[in-house]
């Protein structure tokens, strides 16, 4: 698919035709590794509209898994180092959004270019716990206020995603995991029409709730 992604990827507007071509990659990655999706939608996205898509982070499969649940296409805000990674960094960096956490600069730049996206129509996805906590027995980690701001600002709805079995499945610890079920909860959308900036707190505190509270209870299951 090289030759392909190359051209898709050298202009935004060929960006719908590289979406397609990822979301096969992606499908590629997670059936041939003996994982198989299995989604549970509380409400389906309507294609003609954009969204802020927000999931818990706890493996490097959370990219693939969003790829494949999400037909339409979105764009991913993520920190800077998964460029680095050979060519899936250089594609990652070509269409997607990245942030250097550590330079008050890029984070500007960050808000600045997800506007620009946003305006265009599309749809945007962050991990808002801003990346797999090091903590890996911690069930959620405190959001950042980033992806709640932006959604209010633009006056589109949050989208919380509950991924259950990714951690358990392909955690960073390399000895962990094994091929089975990835569970997905796509729960009710969250509107921020009558949301102002300063309610961003309480919409970011209503969002990890839902995904806390789903986490929760399947932890309890296990017990």
Known sequence: MLPVLLVFSSA???????????????????????????????????????YMLVANHTSMIDI????VIIKQPFIFVGKRELAKIPIFGF????????VDRSCAKSKQDVVTEARRR????????IFPEGGVPDDMSLVLDSFKDGAFRLAIAHKIPIVP???YDNKKRFSYKFISGGPGKLRVKIHKFISTKTMQTGDRKILKEQTRQIILDELTKETKKKE
């Open 12 to 50: 935004e507007r060929f960006y719908p035709k590289f979406y397609f071509c990822a979301r096969i990659w992606a499908k590629c990655i997670l059936y041939g590794m003996g994982f198989y999706p299995e989604v549970e939608r509380m409400q389906q996205l309507d294609p003609g509209k954009n």
């Open 118 to 125: 946003l305006d265009m129509g599309e749809s945007i996805c």
């Open 64 to 67: 693939m898994m969003m790829l």
């Open 161 to 163: 995603i509950t991924f």
């Open 91 to 98: 594609f990652y960096r070509k269409t997607n959004i990245t």
